[in-house]
């Protein structure tokens, strides 16, 4: 029975035919894998911070439509009597 340590697998064998030029596939697979995975990610960042953006804008318009609601609560009220003006 062989007792390989893990530095043993990584070691080439006599005839082994895997040299630098698969390593060099192995460095530019991994290398384009990356760079597909950041070009993912940037675009993720990028969709997110757009909705935010959006969800933001959108919560300041409604913020605006409530403060113009209130007012015209309060100018109703005035007219109907149930309210005197604030001066």
Known sequence: MNDYTAKDLN???D??????????ID??????????IQLVLQDMKDKFQTMSDQILSRIDDMGARIDDLEKNISDLMIHAGL???DK
């Open 27 to 36: 460095k530019r697979a991994f290398d384009e894998m990356n760079s597909q």
């Open 83 to 85: 309210e005197t003006p």
């Open 11 to 13: 070691e080439p064998e």
């Open 15 to 24: 005839g082994d035919t895997r040299g630098d030029d698969a390593d060099n």
